[in-house]
């Protein structure tokens, strides 16, 4: 990358990286220094066809192979009975048509300029065109997610200490390599449209990958990303009058409750067996600053690109999207799951309950977490 446009990176999302690192924790800036400026600044993500990351952490033999956590146990039962084939069980010959009222694939309201005079004066043809792509740019992030997540469950699987830990863990690789399979087939078979990873995914993705620290791993993935995503994936399912996307995202959400109830299983029992003060605080300042990615993650830069950049500034885009009815869906859904998960862990403390408060994010915590919440519940709740 030229100097030039490390510059203009740097002018740009700046302030990105200073979230992304901004609670003053030498740990925490350590562990998101590197991909932060990997992914904001430099767009590693976007340089080529692939991208190799740094990866460190210990690989844990169990040569007793007690099997002693029972609720884990019975989610590996759950999970095994619960596999699907997105060959056989996704009906692909179902067509879709973005310009079929009736089969919508999202409202107009997912468009952030959705009410300003710019939308308002489009045909129903170019709005229909920007819905498909909004669409597309939507579960382009998450079949990134999945990747990501495919790769943490590969690491996690082989970094938990425990055997009834490992052997669920092989079922969400699974799980992680058929979310892949999925989203991809919906993305270029059905909506023929694929975009690339938003910078502040990547650098999620990137600080998962690096990091040595198993129970950061599990923070990370299972906890903040599948807890997103069962918020965004029942938001859509709810919202979308598309049938083939519908049953695509009631099979994920039934896997995906299970992986959060796995992440909150395993970090909780981390956490109470005793970790000191430094570590709860790292942990909390790390999750909170993956907080503020993810809700960066949805401002939509590489749709902005593509149909509003002549139009408006970055800077005046930003604006327009967190005041958007998009986003207030969003910021709802996305920590509707994570905040309950996170106080049950341990992990949201009168120490850090104020960076939360300031987003009105503690709205969430009295919501059910995991395991009480139920796919099924997610499913009524999506329905």
């Not at 009975?81 to 310009?99: F, K």
């Not at 200490?161 to 078979?189: I, M, N």
């Not at 995914?201 to 923070?219: C, Q």
Request: a negative charge; aromatic letters at 10%; proline letters at 3%.
């Amino acid at each position: 990358m030229s100097l030039g446009k490390l510059i203009e990176n740097l002018k740009v999302n700046g302030p990105h990286v200073r979230d992304a690192t901004g609670r003053g924790n030498l740990a925490v800036l350590k562990s998101m220094l590197g991909p932060a400026w990997r992914g904001l600044i430099k767009q590693t993500g976007k340089e080529g066809t692939t991208t190799a990351l740094p990866v460190a952490h210990d690989v844990h033999f169990d040569w007793q192979y007690e099997r002693d956590r029972t609720e884990m146990a019975r989610l590996y039962e759950a999970a095994k009975v619960s596999q699907w084939n997105a060959a056989t069980d996704v009906d692909w010959s179902l067509d879709v048509d973005p310009d079929n009222p009736e089969r919508a694939l999202l409202p107009d309201a997912y468009v952030p300029v959705k009410g300003l005079p710019i939308w308002e004066n489009l045909s129903r043809k170019e709005k229909n065109k920007q819905v498909h792509a909004v669409t597309s740019w939507m579960l382009s992030q998450f079949l990134h997610g999945e990747q990501g997540a495919l790769f943490a469950a590969c690491q996690v699987t082989t970094a938990v200490p425990w055997l009834d830990g490992k052997l669920y863990g092989s079922t969400q690789v699974v799980d992680e390599g058929r979310h892949v399979e999925v989203f991809h087939g919906y993305l270029t078979r059905k909506l023929e449209k694929l975009y690339e990873i938003n910078d502040n995914l990547y650098v999620i993705v990137d600080a998962l990958m690096s990091d040595s620290r198993w129970d950061v791993k599990f923070l990370g993935m299972q906890i903040m990303i599948e807890g997103l995503a069962l918020g965004a994936f029942g938001t859509l399912r709810k919202m979308t009058r598309e049938p083939l996307l519908k049953d695509i995202l009631k099979l994920v959400i039934t896997d995906e409750a299970r992986h959060v109830h796995y992440g909150v299983l395993s970090i909780q029992e981390f956490v109470e067996k005793g970790i000191s003060e430094r570590e709860r605080r790292e942990r909390e300042d790390w999750a909170f600053e993956v907080a503020l990615l993810m809700r960066n993650r949805f401002l939509a830069h590489e749709f902005y690109d593509e149909f509003y950049a002549h139009a408006m500034t970055r800077k005046e885009w930003d604006e327009v999207v967190n005041r958007s009815e998009m986003m207030q869906m969003f910021r709802q859904t996305m920590f509707k799951r994570i905040i309950p998960n996170l106080k049950r862990i341990g992990l949201l403390g009168d120490r850090v309950r104020p960076y939360y408060e300031q987003y009105g994010l503690l709205a969430f915590e009295h919501g059910r977490a995991a395991p009480e919440l139920s796919a099924q519940d997610l499913l009524d709740d999506a329905a």
